[in-house]
């Protein structure tokens, strides 16, 4: 019986197996990017894609529900440690998440004025914090249209200067 002992060293840098073949590489794509924007897109899907058995599942048992109101949950949802990786993977990306995802207000009547992205700093309730609902006297539930008073905001005065 033969028993080879070999001492292999890479010889080549993933740096360059990754290049493009006309520059040298072997055409390859850095596995973590490549995570990444698959995570991304199972993301977009969570927001655009009902009807998938995958984005069903996950809208009703991380997000509390099956509607599109369930999904506006993703940006406060909590991270649990019964969670899969593959969910807390998703969690972990909503700051890089929430700058291409922008929800589509129309009538206010979806878009939930605490918890969507349809502002420019991102969802309020991450943005102004937990005390925002109290402060301005707009339910933690509420839609954008629920805060307006046919063409005007309907907000109280608040009850901090900070705002």
Same mark, same amino acid.
């Given at each position: ?8 060293? +890479? ?43 995958? +984005?069903?599942?996950?809208? /009703? ?43 589509? @207000? ?21 943005? @102004? ?10 339910? @933690? ?9 046919? @063409?005007?905001?309907?907000? /109280? ?7």
């Amino acid at each position: 019986m033969v028993v080879l002992k070999l001492n292999l060293k +890479v010889k080549v840098a993933w740096s360059t197996v990754c290049l493009p073949k006309a520059e040298g590489g072997l055409g390859l794509r850095w596995f973590s990017e490549w995570n990444t924007t698959l995570n991304l897109k199972l993301v977009w899907r969570l927001f655009s894609g009902g009807g998938s058995l995958w +984005v069903d599942w996950h809208r /009703y048992h991380h997000l509390q529900g099956l509607g599109d109101a369930s999904v506006s949950k993703f940006w406060t949802s909590q991270e649990l440690v019964s969670d899969s990786w593959n969910w807390k993977c998703l969690l972990r990306l909503r700051p890089l998440a929430e700058r291409f995802l922008r929800c589509n @207000i129309g009538n206010g009547l979806t878009a939930r004025f605490w918890t969507d992205n349809w502002t420019p700093f991102g969802p309020l309730l991450i943005h @102004i914090g937990a005390a925002g609902p109290n402060m301005l006297r707009i339910p @933690i539930e509420a839609s954008v249209a629920d805060a307006t008073q046919g @063409i005007s905001w309907g907000m /109280y005065s608040t009850r901090s200067p900070q705002l």
